[in-house]
């Protein structure tokens, strides 16, 4: 059961295009306010778009030329950020309830119900109303809802940011054991979610899709800011110049290159912040890439400290830091070795 969405919504601005297909997952990543939600909410039925058509398992589910399947006549599943389970029911009765507004026997509803509930470990909450369940409790009941009613197509939004620190590990694993065959865009701002829940990623950003393909490739080699920012990568944008990219403000990084690069192609240059040395004084010898920059923000990363600046970052030691003396505004020059960086076709 494959997805192919073709969207726009003007009150949104958002114009992508998406496809899914059978049994695979897909992490949708962008900055906030950069569209994900709406395009759920447009596959989900909750939207209307303006214009283009959205398929499902070759079934038109939205097109410009008049079809309009309600959402709950989509076979599409979506769990929310909140679980949003009914107060006045019981987990049980939460998670028959989509199959019992279908037409199942009670009896029927109850076993099902009675499954789900033991496949995502909460048995136990069965006989329990919503108030009477941790947070971590109500999204597992939230989950066996969700695929109670064997949805063609699993939407997840956000499944895992209001849960505390301790039931994220739990309901993560959880989701990557359900998800394992199913047809499933997962909206999230967590990396680790795309990198463990997830066979693509495609980035959403500024209501358009800038990027989408295998979750190891875009991580390791993106070509979009967002994913660069999320990998933990420094990306510098502009066109190839041999094996160097140039930006229209006239910075150049060299780097090396595998696949061939034409002349005034759009390109990218990537690589980690911690092979950015920082200095203060132009360093000695002849580095190939040395950008003069401005600290604009300094940050804890782990057990070093992660050095912004306008162009790009450094990842140094705290020792490094109060040797150099930086704080925010602090000019520095900054050296990253040709070696280090990898240039490609944006």
Not at 137 to 165: F, G, H, I, K, N
Not at 171 to 186: C, E, K, N, S, Y
Not at 261 to 273: C, E, I, Y
């Amino acid at each position: 059961m494959s997805l192919n969405a073709h969207l726009r919504l003007a009150t949104r601005d958002l114009e992508v295009t998406l496809a899914v297909q059978q049994g695979r997952t897909v992490a949708v990543l962008g900055p906030n306010g950069a569209g994900k939600s709406s395009l759920l909410g447009c596959i989900a039925g909750l939207l209307r778009p303006d214009a283009g058509r959205i398929d499902l398992d070759g079934r038109a589910l939205y097109s410009d030329e008049g079809v309009w399947v309600p959402a709950h006549r989509r076979g599409v599943a979506l769990l929310a950020q909140e679980p949003r389970l009914f107060p006045h029911l019981s987990a049980a009765d939460n998670v028959a309830f989509g199959l019992r507004s279908a037409g199942m026997p009670r009896a029927q509803a109850r076993d099902r119900a009675a499954h789900w509930l033991g496949e995502v470990g909460a048995s136990e909450l069965a006989d329990r109303r919503p108030h009477q369940l941790s947070g971590g409790q109500a999204q597992r009941v939230a989950v066996a809802r969700a695929l109670a009613t064997d949805p063609r197509l699993l939407l997840l939004d956000e499944p895992l940011s209001s849960l505390d620190v301790e039931a994220t590990p739990a309901v993560r694993q959880l989701l990557r054991r359900v998800l394992a065959g199913r047809t499933t865009v997962l909206v999230t701002h967590d990396i680790l979610d795309a990198v463990l829940l997830a066979d693509e990623v495609a980035v959403v950003d500024q209501g358009r899709v800038v990027e989408h393909g295998p979750t190891t490739q875009v991580l390791t080699r993106p070509t979009s800011a967002f994913a660069a920012r999320s990998a933990g990568l420094n990306l510098v944008r502009g066109t190839a110049d041999r094996s160097a990219v140039v930006t229209s403000a006239g910075l150049r990084v060299e780097g090396l290159h595998d696949d061939p690069l034409v002349d005034g192609q759009a390109a990218v240059a990537v690589f980690s912040p911690s092979a950015v040395s920082v200095f203060r004084q132009a360093p000695s010898g002849s580095p190939r890439n040395t950008i003069r920059a401005v600290v604009t923000e300094l940050e804890p990363h782990g057990h070093q400290i992660r050095v912004r600046t306008a162009y790009i970052a450094a990842e140094v030691t705290p020792a490094a830091v109060a040797e150099l003396d930086l704080v925010p505004g602090t000019p520095v020059v900054l050296s990253v070795k040709a070696s280090e960086v990898a240039v490609y076709a944006a």
